[in-house]
T-cell receptor, first 116, second 112 residues
Framework: DAEITQSPRHKITETGRQVTLACHQTWNHNNMFWYRQDLGHGLRLIHY???????NKGEVSDGYSVSRSNTEDLPLTLESAASSQTSVYFC???????????????FGPGTRLTVL | GNSVTQMEGPVTLSEEAFLTINCTYTATGYPSLFWYVQYPGEGLQLLLK?????DKGSNKGFEATYRKETTSFHLEKGSVQVSDSAVYFC???????????FGRGTSLIVHP
């Protein structure tokens, strides 16, 4: 069965360290997204990609970067972790070839990141 | 721009009670409408969707009808169970973008 996975599921790091969160999907979806979820803020979009070599900034992209070298993976990098980046991070994907507005987003299980 | 407004939670109910979670939206064009559910410790998953006016989405006893005249997509269930305790997100998606707009989420707590 197709799926979307994230690793690690939990991560504790220190302020100033570089951290990379992995996201891998086997749906063969064109579109991939990274969100963070914080109490009182709902889901906020960090970065997204519509295909290989395509990346775009979302509403809260400062301090984060992504790269898309293949269809399956969209790793999220925190260049220099800050305490404000403590959050739960979700990866999602959608849209096979010729995607549309009716496409469902499929979410990974999330990564809980704590920055000390 | 697009926006989704959900009732604030938490919504607390006893088992077998009737559930309504309100959702209204503003959008350009003709959006598709979605309800996603997030169980504790998990990612969001699609609960149901409707892609045009007057469509009714349904799944697991939940229903929602796409009401264009009132720009609403309220979620209902006739008899909730403890296992329905979760956070429910209303969302919309419009043509030309694959980025959905999510509401803030509504927490549902069902007591035995």
């Amino acid at each position: 069965d197709a799926e979307i996975t994230q690793s690690p599921r939990h991560k504790i790091t220190e302020t100033g360290r570089q951290v990379t969160l992995a996201c891998h999907q086997t749906w063969n979806h064109n579109n991939m997204f990274w969100y963070r979820q914080d109490l009182g803020h709902g889901l906020r979009l960090i970065h997204y990609s519509y295909g290989v070599q395509d990346t775009n900034k979302g509403e809260v992209s400062d301090g984060y970067s992504v790269s898309r070298s293949n269809t399956e993976d969209l790793p999220l990098t925190l260049e220099s972790a800050a305490s404000s980046q403590t959050s739960v991070y979700f990866c999602a994907s959608s849209g096979g070839p010729g995607g549309s507005r009716t496409d469902t987003q499929y979410f990974g299980p999330g990564t809980r990141l704590t920055v000390l | 721009g697009n926006s989704v407004t959900q009732m604030e939670g938490p919504v607390t109910l006893s088992e077998e009670a009737f559930l309504t979670i309100n959702c209204t939206y503003t959008a350009t064009g003709y959006p598709s409408l979605f309800w996603y559910v997030q169980y504790p410790g998990e990612g969001l998953q699609l609960l149901l969707k409707a892609t045009k006016a007057d469509d009714k989405g349904s799944n697991k006893g939940f229903e929602a009808t796409y009401r264009k005249e009132t720009t609403s997509f309220h979620l209902e269930k006739g008899s909730v169970q403890v296992s329905d305790s979760a956070v429910y997100f209303c969302a919309l998606s419009t043509g030309g973008s694959y980025i959905p707009t999510f509401g803030r989420g509504t927490s549902l707590i069902v007591h035995p």
